[in-house]
């Protein structure tokens, strides 16, 4: 990093001690921009930079609730409203136990230049709580969700920020969390909330999109190489709604998906994944994969460790962050791999990243490869506007083509740096340089 660079990295640190996820985020950005920052000494005279890394709002709100059993819970509620310059806040709400500060202030800081990349003039931001909604009764959610919303109501709106969902956040939150809106605030607004379902404003292909964009960037990826996806043999962790859309368009395109995971283990099924069973399993019955290996002859479960040594030629982390690591690197290496296309957030260390990129693999950053799932939410958003309700096949078009648009933007702007083929600095920089220009000409606000 330049001298510039390394100072405001050495000041995130100090000024946000105990929060490795989001130093690890910003220092994957600062490494990539020098060459920018170099070509705009304005963004230093500016702070550019310091005021970049510093979200513009950080809320924090305490959310009680009873559950079935008549006690009162507390959970903790949070909402990261990290950037505003290409339009309001954008990014999902995540429900797991997990969930702190730096996890939101990381996963904020990345769908900045993930919003900025999908060109649709919104802006970044992340939230969630530590509520942990599995083994909860629907009733249980709902409160929770109710109670959540009577405090995040006053922060949120269509031009301000757009709440989506995330991990434990599915069209069920999605509807509780609507429904008090809408009391609360005595409006149908439905550009409020994305994800919504489709009888209230939803989109169609919005539960695909992030797993179906994932794939669609891979192929893109491969096609550079006069490859196609069509006989791949395809690697795939998760067993979420990110993987097992991920698995159905990989199938769709002709690749054989071998492996999906839980947190509990993984399985192999060497004729395929059964995609139609996974959501059986996974979305109807919300019940583990040793379901899935228990259903389907010839799967083999393997409890307690990860997918990544069984060899193949794709591999698509969809779990979560910092899963892949140089371990796992290094065997997806000897497997065989030639394209690794990041769908969950950050999934891979930046030991692994940098042994794919020493080793020739095409490496996909996520805020590129999964940033279908907002591409799509941003879609949504624009039928609510125009009241307009479009179908399946007209909205995977346009997810196409904005996957195919950030490839080759990513692609275009590492060449233009003399990085051709680096889809890390690539997307980093055309994204800084977009939020970047905005915020030059909004002044120092």
């Not at 500060?101 to 993930?114: N, V």
């Not at 405090?151 to 920020?161: A, C, K, N, V």
């Not at 069209?171 to 005595?186: A, Q």
């Not at 891979?348 to 940098?354: E, H, I």
């Amino acid at each position: 990093m330049s001298s510039v660079v390394e100072k405001v990295y050495d000041e995130v640190l100090d000024r946000n001690p105990n929060e490795p996820e989001f130093h690890q985020a910003v220092r994957e950005i600062l490494e990539s921009i020098g060459p920018a920052v170099e070509k705009h000494p304005e963004f230093a005279e500016t702070k550019l930079l310091d005021r970049l890394v510093e979200p513009e709002r950080q809320i924090l709100f305490r959310v009680p609730w009873v559950d079935d059993n008549g006690e009162v819970q507390v959970n903790r509620g949070y909402r990261i409203e990290f950037n505003s310059a290409l339009g309001p806040y954008k990014g999902g709400l995540r429900f797991h136990r997990s969930v702190n500060r730096s996890i939101l202030k990381f996963l904020g800081f990345e769908q900045i230049f993930k919003n900025a990349l999908t060109g649709q003039g919104i802006g970044g931001g992340k939230g969630g709580s530590d509520f942990d909604p599995h083994g909860r009764s629907d009733t249980e959610v709902m409160r929770f969700c109710q109670q959540f919303m009577t405090e995040l109501y006053r922060h949120i709106g269509e031009y301000t920020d757009i709440p989506a969902g995330d991990i434990g956040v599915g069209g069920r939150e999605i509807g509780y969390l609507f429904g008090m809106y809408k009391r609360l605030t005595n409006r149908f607004e439905t550009g409020v909330l994305t994800g919504k379902s489709l009888s209230w404003g939803g989109s169609q292909a919005r539960t695909e999109a992030t797993g179906y964009g994932a794939v669609l960037f891979a192929q893109r990826m491969l096609q550079t190489r006069g490859l196609d996806l069509e006989g791949q043999r395809v690697m795939i962790s998760g067993a979420g709604n990110v993987a097992i859309y991920a698995a159905e368009k990989a199938e769709q395109l002709g690749a054989k998906v071998v492996t999906v995971s839980d947190s509990s283990g993984w399985v192999l099924d060497e004729d395929g994944i059964d995609v139609q069973l996974l959501k059986q399993v996974k979305e109807v019955e919300r019940a583990r994969l040793t379901e899935y290996a228990k259903r389907k002859p010839g799967v083999t479960y393997h409890s307690g460790s990860k997918p990544w040594a069984v060899g193949g030629t794709v591999a698509l982390p969809c779990a979560t962050q910092n899963e892949l690591t140089s371990q796992d690197a290094k065997r997806l290496l000897d497997g065989g791999v030639k394209v690794v296309a990041e769908g969950a957030n950050m999934p891979c260390t930046p030991n692994a990243t940098s042994l794919f990129q020493d080793s020739g693999v095409l490496f996909a950053p996520g805020k590129a490869a999964n940033a279908g799932g907002v591409a799509t939410s941003a879609l949504e958003m624009s039928q609510n506007a125009s009241r307009a309700s479009w179908s399946f096949e007209k909205v995977e078009k346009e997810l196409t083509k904005i996957m195919h648009n950030i490839h080759d933007e990513c692609a275009q702007t590492a060449e233009e740096y003399g990085h051709a083929g680096d889809y890390v600095m690539g997307a980093n920089i055309n994204s800084f340089l977009k939020v970047a220009h905005a915020m030059m000409e909004q002044g120092i606000v």
